[in-house]
């Protein structure tokens, strides 16, 4: 079920968004820039009425600072807002981020109206290949690259402008569980979706399921 933001937000067109400083320590350097140009690239493209805004200030457990937070998490993790708390775990290994969103009813809409009011990305510190078996040799892996983590970061994303898991596709980077290409190099590491019978290579690529789904929220 899909959480549209509080429309002090909404109707401004845009979601703040903050970096932890550890992405900058590891293979997410410079990774959270790129994807938000990217997607917002594909937002205006779209004729969506957001964009995505990086912000210096991190949210704050009241409410404060930006709308979205983006941090890389290695095993066990513990989230709070307000007097809510979420705990769990992502294994710094796996090619997919997990999105915690924190949400309360807007009394003025009525009952059951529940509204976005802080979303924090979660994403795996060093996403690798399934490990490869060659003869003679142990099992090998090999972290990812740009072009994947970008579309591990902008799916997480596009969790946090409102959308939910059931409301996954099957044709752009907002599908369940894409399949990766793995390139000579991992600049050359790539998604793969299907869409009307023919392969399509992202990163950020958003089609006519997603761009409607948007749209209705903001």
């Known amino acids: 079920m899909r959480t549209p933001w509080y429309d002090r937000v909404r109707k401004g067109g845009k979601l703040t968004v903050?970096?932890?400083p550890l992405l900058e320590k590891g293979v997410w350097h410079g990774i959270l820039e790129l994807t938000l140009k990217e997607l917002n690239t594909e937002l205006t493209k779209n004729k969506i009425n957001l964009q995505l805004e990086s912000s210096p200030d991190a949210p704050t457990v009241t409410g404060g600072g930006a709308n979205v937070s983006v941090k890389p998490v290695d095993?066990?993790?513990?989230?709070?807002y307000g007097d809510m708390k979420k705990t769990g775990e992502l294994a710094s290994r796996r090619t997919h981020g997990r999105g915690l969103p924190w949400a309360s009813e807007d009394k003025k809409k009525g009952k059951g109206s529940m509204r976005m009011e802080q979303f924090h990305v979660l994403?795996?510190?060093?996403p690798q290949h399934a490990?490869?078996?060659e003869r003679g040799r142990a099992p090998k892996s090999a972290t990812v690259g740009a072009p994947v983590l970008k579309v591990i970061l902008a799916h997480e994303l596009i969790h946090a402008c409102g959308l939910d898991n059931d409301e996954h596709t099957d044709d752009d980077i907002f599908v369940g569980v894409p399949d990766i290409v793995r390139g000579?190099?991992?600049?050359?590491?790539?998604f793969k979706v299907l869409h009307q019978s023919k392969v399509i290579i992202t990163p950020p690529l958003i089609l006519s399921q997603t761009v409607a789904k948007l749209k209705e929220i903001w």
Do not use: C, I, L, S
Not at 75 to 80: C, I, P, V
């Open 184 to 190: 000579e190099n991992p600049d050359d590491d790539r």
């Open 18 to 20: 903050y970096g932890d």
């Open 75 to 80: 095993g066990k993790y513990q989230a709070k």
């Open 131 to 133: 490990p490869t078996h």
């Open 123 to 126: 994403v795996p510190a060093r």
